[in-house]
């Protein structure tokens, strides 16, 4: 079994999303073992952003602290490619239809979802959000 860590952003929680999207992933015969509705601080979202450009770095800092997100810790078979594929392109306007981002998000800042990209990073979020 794959674990992944999936994060359900500020605007998901504020929109009310929170139920249709975990359906979604619940739907897709994926087990979410562990969930919480948190407010990281800020130390730990510029750590987990590290890698986004310095011109975009202070805004989406700003939005990932705006509000609680809801993390998880999910579980199932190719977990990781398939939430990714659930969650849609980052893009909101690239995102296909039936996906979470493509049937919800209406701006690229503000994308509702964050997923692992891979067994490493899952495991790194999994211990930066949880301990």
Do not use: C
């Not at 975990?22 to 987990?48: N, Q, T, Y």
């Amino acid at each position: 079994m794959e674990r992944t860590y999936v994060m359900l952003k500020p605007d998901a929680v504020r929109r009310n999303l929170i139920g249709k999207i975990i359906a979604r992933i619940e739907d897709k015969g994926f087990k979410i073992i562990r969930m919480e509705l948190m407010s990281p601080e800020r130390s730990v979202f510029e750590e987990h952003y590290a890698h986004v450009p310095e011109q975009f770095k202070g805004e989406t800092i700003d939005f990932m602290t705006s509000g609680p997100v809801v993390g998880m810790v999910v579980e199932g078979n190719h977990v990781i490619e398939s939430i990714r594929i659930l969650m849609g392109d980052k893009k909101w306007n690239l995102a296909a239809p039936g996906t979470i981002r493509g049937d919800f998000a209406n701006e690229t800042t503000y994308n509702l979802i964050h997923g692992s990209d891979s067994p490493e990073t899952a495991e790194i979020e999994i211990k930066r959000f949880f301990g």
